[in-house]
């Protein structure tokens, strides 16, 4: 059975493909399929955006189709950028950096820690059939200075306190045991297998 992982994020397909080795299917990427689909991220809220891009890739393959919403959230700018991490510089062809540098202009005169989390629900799609909703969270706070070169997005300024490392100073197999993107992941799992138990 195939499972098509929703996302054209290398980053993130990287990050899937590590934390569902094991289940007992082929992970697919939509290149992969040949599908050159761009889904607008219209939701206000993380499961809409999730839900959106997992139908639109499940109804353009015909298959089980996993993807997932994710963003940080920081305390002293009441949440921002939130569900509109990826697009909070207005301008579309804005890199990871300068996103970077724009939060951090943003939180300049605020007193520090800048206390933050990373979220993400990760949308599980059936073909014609039902939609199923998981959610991780990451704990932390941002730094004003960048640290690490692994990872991506706002990684490389967000400190997890307990181990004093970036998401950035982190190997793969370290980030794939706390990230909140693992932790949706983990909580998708089991209805993962069943779903490829009823289609074997």
């Known amino acids: 059975m195939k499972i098509l992982l929703g996302t054209n994020n290398d980053g993130k397909l990287r990050e899937m493909r590590a934390i569902l080795a ?3 299917a082929e992970l697919v990427s939509p290149a992969e399929l040949g599908l050159d689909i761009y889904v607008e991220e219209e939701g206000s809220t993380y499961s809409e955006n ?4 997992a139908g639109a890739y499940s109804r353009a393959s015909g ?5 997932d919403d994710s963003g940080l959230a920081v305390d002293c ?3 921002e950028p939130g569900v509109y991490s990826k697009r909070y510089l207005p ?12 939060l951090l202009q943003k939180l ?3 007193p520090r820690p800048w206390r933050a989390h990373f979220h993400c629900t990760v949308a599980v799609v059936v073909p014609g059939g039902t939609v199923r909703l998981f959610d991780g969270d990451c704990f932390g706070e941002v730094i004003p200075e960048e640290r690490g070169q692994n990872g ?6 967000f400190l997890l306190r307990d181990i004093n490392r970036t998401m950035a100073e982190l190997s793969m197999e370290e980030k794939n045991h706390v990230s909140h ?6 909580a998708a799992y089991p209805a993962l297998v069943r779903l490829i138990d009823e289609g074997s």
């Open 181 to 186: 993107r693992a932790r949706a992941l983990r």
């Open 108 to 110: 300049s005169d605020k």
């Open 63 to 67: 298959l089980i189709t996993l993807a």
């Open 22 to 24: 094991s289940l007992p």
């Open 152 to 157: 991506f997005g706002y990684d490389p300024i």
């Open 91 to 102: 301008r579309p062809d804005a890199t990871d950096a300068e996103r970077r540098a724009y």
């Open 77 to 79: 700018l009441r949440g």
């Open 50 to 53: 999730a839900t959106l891009k």
